[in-house]
Structure formats: structure tokens, C-alpha cells
């Protein structure tokens, strides 16, 4: 299933970060020549340093708003295959820090599409941002590609603008080139090694290693919660497809079943079945900044393009995120363990493919 990705060369930025250590992760199993542009690590611990990434990659350290700097890893790496991931991805940092945020969010996407645009090694390009690019009026509806592109806070905003930058580029530059671009508009992830502040998995992980109770702040909201192995397996999909088939370069959202988007509150409980005894959580809603109370994605497109649906449910998410966190706590091989789940996914997917050729 990922025999494709054999010996290509992918250059990953945002390769330090959750989703991308699993991703440069996935890539190493299947074969590929991974190199990787980011920051250093954004939390201590962090999954690319358990998995000791450093070491079995190509890692240039650096920042995504020194184009200088990005320039000559493009020009060093030549790479086929670009995936852009380099964000900063927090709501309330991005209250926090409006203008970092969107000096990284907006100004980083124009240079890695600025790169992109002069590597003439390029030849399929995916920039991913989330699905709060869209105007969200809490109207209870599940989004689709065509609704309106302005997300409320700095962070969604800012990855509104990262689409119109690349759909400009793409436009003005780099579809007569021959360069094939998607955008990919994923829903929250959740999985082991998540070490970031003011996410719900990670802080009950947290909570639930150091025996101290969860404070749930936003019980009531609901998210399309789904792990992180889904997103970045469509992503890949999206990359080798729109290479072969140029049509199918385009915007999609990536989330779970509907039915598996539920409250946070649902979630946390699953987590709590999941990890056993040890974990408990207390409703402690906080008043903090402006978030949506309902977010929701239609993934009919990639559905009926890609033929495309999920394969773990929420509950085998969450199972798994707990089996990773439990695993590390307790001091467990984490990069077999990674291994182990990433195989376990690619299993399940390829029974479901057989299944659906019956």
C-alpha cells in the first residue's frame, strides 16, 4: 500500500512536530528519503526525539520565515514530493501571539510556495492546513470545500490566508509548470506522543500519569476528533494521485465518519475506559477565548474521488492513543511501539480494501 513511496524523496516541513514525526515515521517504514525542515522541537518530551528522528533522516533546524535559509535546503534535498506542515498550531497561542502566528502561518506558506515554485525537482505539492479555515457561525452544519474560506481566531485566520496564498501561487505560477498542489483541510488528531499544551488527549495523558484529575474547560463542544495515521495516510494518497492524475489536484476536508464526531466531554470518557483505573476529570469551564462550539466536516468529496473512509473508529483512536501513552509511561521501546501501531493501521486498511473488492 505504500510501495509507492519507495526510495522518493519527500521533504516534510513542521517533520519536529506531532504530526510530523509520525509522518516522517510512516515514510522511514515504507522506504522513502525523508528530509525534514522545522524548528527545533516544540515540547519537551517530544515524539521526534523518543523516536530518535535526528539520527535517521535528513533534520535541517531552522525557521520557516527565513526563506533564505529554506531556499538552500530546497536546493540541497531537490526533492519530488513536498508536504507542508510548519504552522503554529495553537488557538491560544495564537491569541497570545497574533503577529508570530500569522508571520509564520501566512509569510511561511508564500515561502515554502516560493520554494516550490523555483525547485524544478517538484513535482507534487500538499499544503496542509485544518479544517477551521472556514466562516463558522455555529449554525450546526458540517462543512464542504466550497463554504467560505475565514476562519475567527489568529490561527484559523491565518491558515484562511494559507489557502488563498497557495491557491494564488498555484494559479499565477505553478499549474504551468506542471506542478500538481492540493490543500488538505484535516480535522483534530489525536494520538501517542502529543505532548502539546491545550489539547484534550494530551492533557489527559497528562493527567492521567501524574494521578491528578482532569480539568475538562470546554465539555460541550464538538470536534471531529480522529487519529493522526488517517489524515497522513490521505495525505500521502492525495500526493501520489494528483501526480498521476492531475484532475485530482484540489482542497479536501479529511475527518472522521460523522457519527464519530462528538462532544469533548464523550471523548474524554472514552479516554477514561480506555486507561482504566487512575483517571478521573472535573467540568471546570475556564471563560477563555473565543472558540467554535460546533465543527463538523463533509468528506463526501474525498470519498467519492479517493474512495476513501476511515478505518479506526473513535474508540480504536482513543484505545490506541491510551496504549501509546500507557507503553511510554512505562518506559516501553516507543519507536516499536510506533511501528507496531503504524502497522496495526496499514493492516486494517488493506483488510477493508480487500473487503470492498468482494
Known sequence: MLDFWNHKKILVTGHTGFKGAW?????????????GYALEPPTDPALFS???????????????????????????????????MAAQPIVRASYEE?????????????HVCECVRNTDSVRSFLNVTTDKVYRNPDMGRAFSEEDELDGYDPYSNSKSCSELVTHSYTRAFLAERGVRVSTARAGNVIGGGDFARDRIIPDCAR?????????????DSIRPFQHVLEPLFVYLQILEAQEKQPELASAYNVGPELSDCVKTEALVKRFADAWGEGFRFELRPDGGPHEAGFLKLNCEKLKERFGWRPVWSISDAVAYTAAWFRAWNEGMDMQAETDRQI???FDRRERQQEESHV
Not at 509522518?23 to 528530509?35: I, N, P, Q, T
Not at 520565515?65 to 538552500?72: E, I, M
Not at 497574533?98 to 508564500?110: A, I, R, S
Request: no cysteine; glycine share 8%.
Open 23 to 35: 509522518l516522517s515515521e510512516l515514510l522511514l517504514l515504507a522506504g522513502a528519503k525523508v528530509s
Open 50 to 84: 523518543i523516536l530518535g528522528l535526528s539520527g535517521r533522516m535528513r533534520s535541517e533546524i531552522g525557521d520557516i520565515r527565513d526563506l533564505a535559509h529554506l531556499k538552500r535546503v530546497f536546493q540541497e534535498v531537490q526533492p519530488e514530493f513536498v508536504i507542508h
Open 98 to 110: 497574533p503577529v508570530y502566528t500569522y508571520e509564520t502561518n501566512v509569510m511561511g506558506t508564500v
Open 343 to 345: 502497522r496495526s493501521y
Open 207 to 219: 493527567a492521567a500519569m501524574a494521578g491528578q484529575p482532569l480539568m475538562l474547560r470546554n465539555p
